[in-house]
């Protein structure tokens, strides 16, 4: 073969339109330019092209006479042996180094491309699967949904999910075709992974841990399965991510639900113990009532009352130990305690002790409530008992503070505890306030306390006081010792003011 044909075969491997042959047929025409009896055309330790192609590798090895020639440049590793060499022409070799680098050069090429399809598909199928499994809620109708996506995207014949805190505990969710793991070997994906030629087991990680491990096994083939290729893997591996992303989204989904769903309760018990609140306040001739009352969560604990009881007024005030659900609960119950057993029970300290034996009984050891009560007569006759609560204070026409001290224990701390009640008279110009710690224990800056002091003290100072302005002033005097800042407790305060003439 004359040397313009090596030429001709280097430029079709330049321009693409060589055939897979190409190295076979450089190999022949070389043999036959350089005058050998035989060759053998190698890239790295494969032989690529033998001519004749009866050489086999038998017959090479049992030969004795070849001359091996390094072909290889930039990296590209090709080596030729030729049998009996007989002439070495330079240029006939160059141009079979060309053609050879040239075509090895496309190919490479053509495998990248290749690869780039290749990868092109798995982000649509990726994606495909996405689209298909949005819009399902239920885990068990997702894992089967992907299990049925796993299958059809790789030609299984087994898969399956597992899902779990810990490989101990996982259960099997999905599946298709027999299971292949046992507990140990559950275990082990669980940890690292299991990578083999008929089964591949990848655990499913996600910011919170591993909480699953993804099965894929016996791939098919036309004889029956295959070993899975590195491109399985890769695409077992994006699978795998978009389960994990599936099932997270699936968590952080109805875990938002449910916050929702919560959040709509928690603002539905509070606008229900917003309406335990006296909408208007009964009317006893002679007195004028003011209220104010603020939750340092959207339910309090705090919760104030203010029934009619014959012809006399009773006010409660009730401050349950906690903040939030739990304590409004409780607070509510002492509420509706108050108000079905007033009109049965006449003495207040007896009233007291049949509220402190229901919450004693009905609630957590932890749970407590500190809870003042007064009954105000239309003659300005008043009964009080305190239990456990912060002392109800007396504001006299003149300014002058008195107070009523507590007198038993907190409701619910123990059921046999009584309670005693203490007497005392609202002449015409006098204030009763009951009031919760969320206004003595609002701190300033410097972590002091407004205190019991000066809740006094500001209704003492106040000129010309009614129950409103009384309240305005003291919620002021909280706000001007805290800076501004919320106050971090529910606050009540509950003013009852007998009137002159």
């Known amino acids: 073969m004359p040397l313009s044909d090596l030429l001709r075969l280097a430029d079709l491997a330049l321009s693409g339109r060589a055939g897979p042959d190409l190295p076979e047929e450089l190999l022949r025409a070389v043999v036959e330019e350089t005058g050998s009896r035989a060759g053998v055309l190698r890239r790295g330790g494969d032989a690529v092209a033998r001519w004749p192609r009866t050489v086999s590798a038998q017959v090479e090895e049992a030969t004795d006479g070849w001359t091996e020639l390094p072909f290889g440049s930039d ?189 709509r309760e928690i603002e539905t018990a509070a606008v229900i113990q917003s309406h335990l609140h006296p909408q208007r306040f009964p009317e006893l001739p002679g007195f004028r009532l003011a209220a104010r009352s603020s939750s340092s969560r959207t339910v309090a604990g705090d919760t104030y009352d203010v029934l009619q009881s014959g012809d006399s007024l009773i006010a409660t005030v009730t401050d349950v130990s906690g903040k939030g659900v739990g304590a409004g609960m409780i607070a509510s119950g002492v509420h509706a305690a108050v108000r079905l057993m007033a009109e049965n029970v006449g003495d207040l300290a007896e009233l007291a002790a049949r509220i402190n034996r229901y919450l004693a009984g009905a609630t957590a050891d932890n749970r407590f409530a500190t809870f003042a009560m007064v009954r105000i007569a239309p003659d300005g006759e008043l009964g009080a008992v305190n239990a456990g609560h912060l002392p109800v204070l007396i504001r006299r026409r003149d300014g002058s503070i008195e107070s009523i001290e507590s007198g038993g224990l907190p409701l619910g701390i123990l059921s046999a505890a009584r309670y005693s009640e203490t007497t005392a008279a609202l002449a015409p110009g006098d204030f009763l306030l009951l009031f919760t710690d969320g206004l003595t224990e609002a701190e300033d800056p410097d972590e002091e306390e407004f205190g019991v002091t000066r809740v006094a003290e500001t209704a003492s100072g106040l000129e010309s006081p009614t129950a409103d302005r009384l309240c305005e002033a003291i919620l002021d005097a909280v706000d001007r010792h805290t800076c501004g800042a919320p106050l971090t407790d529910d606050a009540t305060l509950v003013v009852v003011e007998r009137l002159d003439g």
């Open 75 to 263: 990296g590209l590793t090709w080596r030729l042996r030729l049998l009996h060499l007989d002439r070495l022409d330079e240029s006939a070799l160059g141009a079979t180094r060309l053609g050879l680098n040239a075509w090895q050069l496309r190919e490479e090429l053509k495998r990248i491309r290749f690869d780039e399809r290749f990868h092109l598909w798995e982000l649509e199928a990726i994606r495909s699967i996405a689209t298909g499994i949005g819009g399902i809620d239920e885990t068990s109708d997702l894992a089967e949904e992907l299990i049925n996506h796993l299958v059809a995207l790789l030609g299984l014949r087994s898969a399956h999910l597992y899902l779990g805190s810990s490989p101990d505990e996982a259960e099997h969710v999905a599946g298709f075709g027999p299971e292949r793991l046992d507990g140990e070997a559950l275990a082990g994906a669980w940890r690292q992974g299991l990578y083999g030629e008929e089964l591949v087991a990848l655990p499913l990680s996600s910011d919170s841990g591993t909480v699953g491990v993804l099965v894929a096994a016996d791939k098919e083939a036309r004889a029956g399965t295959e070993p899975f290729a590195a491109n399985d893997v890769r695409l077992l591996e994006l699978f795998a991510v978009q389960v994990t992303v599936a099932l997270e989204y699936l968590r952080l989904t109805r875990e938002s639900l449910e916050r929702e769903r919560m959040r």
